[in-house]
């Protein structure tokens, strides 16, 4: 939902913060969620770049 409301609001100003709160309201979370996220994908993966 992020980058779907980067086709409206191309920054991360307040404005983009209420778009994203009215289409995603748990953003918040689902954004703590993701930043730890990483932990659990295994590490060959992330040596295929």
Do not use: G
């Given at each position: 939902?992020?980058?779907l409301c980067h086709t409206v609001r191309m920054?991360?100003?307040r404005a983009f913060r209420e778009l994203l709160q009215r289409h995603d309201p748990l953003?918040?979370?689902n954004d703590r969620e993701l930043k730890t996220a990483w932990k659990y994908?295994?590490?060959w993966i992330a040596?295929?770049?």
């Amino acid at each position: 939902m992020h980058e779907l409301c980067h086709t409206v609001r191309m920054d991360h100003s307040r404005a983009f913060r209420e778009l994203l709160q009215r289409h995603d309201p748990l953003w918040r979370s689902n954004d703590r969620e993701l930043k730890t996220a990483w932990k659990y994908v295994p590490a060959w993966i992330a040596l295929q770049h």
